[in-house]
């Protein structure tokens, strides 16, 4: 059983065609909530981290928001340099590894 | 700053070399981590380091060795590889490695291993 689910896996969008990016996890023991953005071949790049439900945090066209069962990412009138896979990353209590999910591929097309 | 390095960007090797990857940074971050990222994948933890001790392995085999020689420098050495080792290696650090579940990690660009 998957503890970290994204959807959808993939995601096309016309330029300026806001939309939403879904991460659910277990419920019991999350410690942090962790949004990357990865780019072909690239190392992921650290976009948010959430600890508690009803957080968000924003950085430029993205928002990040978390409930107590899953977490989104809003990304208002995307650009074509948005296109990336986003990954969702949980830590459970305990000394336990980061647990990622499978992303979420975007194509922002002009 | 929040940049981790790592070097070099490409390795070809064949399955009787010995070779080493580089990873450096330079946040005062006193816990680091090596992942291993396969095409279309999310990235798989191999090991982790905590104040220059290894905490973690999960369970990676023996052909690679890990190496902490202080706290900015993480090495993974890497001896009779097989074909299907050929991946993104992905180096990481965190803050301070006492409170890792609550710790972001921050990413390096990773070196792509190729396997012949």
């Known amino acids: 059983e998957d503890q970290v689910t994204q959807s959808p896996e993939a995601l096309r969008l016309q330029e300026g065609e806001s939309s939403s990016l879904n991460c659910s996890y277990t419920?019991?023991?999350?410690?942090?909530l962790f949004w990357y953005r990865q780019d072909p071949g690239k190392g992921p790049e650290f976009l948010f981290t959430l600890y508690s439900a009803g957080e968000e945090k924003e950085k430029e066209r993205l928002k990040a928001t978390l409930t107590k069962k899953e977490s989104f990412l809003h990304i208002t009138a995307p650009k074509p340099e948005d296109s990336a896979t986003y990954l969702c990353a949980v830590r459970y209590s305990g000394n336990t590894p980061l647990v990622f999910g499978k992303g979420t591929r975007l194509s922002v097309i002009a | 700053d929040t940049e981790v390095t790592q070097t070099p960007k490409h390795l070809v090797m064949g399955m009787t070399n010995k070779k080493s990857l580089k990873c450096e940074q330079h946040?005062?971050?006193?816990?680091m981590y090596w992942y291993k990222q396969k095409a279309k994948k999310p990235p798989e933890l191999m090991f982790v380091y905590s104040y220059e001790k290894l905490s973690i392995n999960e369970s990676v085999p023996s052909r690679f060795s890990p190496e902490c020689p202080n706290s900015s420098l993480l090495n993974l050495h890497l001896h009779a590889l097989q074909p299907e080792d050929s991946a993104l290696y992905l180096c990481?650090?965190?803050?301070?490695?006492?409170?890792?579940?609550?710790?972001?990690?921050?990413f390096g660009p990773g070196t792509r291993l190729l396997v012949l």
């Open positions: 990481a650090s965190s803050q301070s490695g006492r409170r890792l579940s609550e710790e972001t990690q921050y």
């Open positions: 419920v019991s023991g999350l410690r942090g």
């Open positions: 946040m005062g971050h006193r816990a």
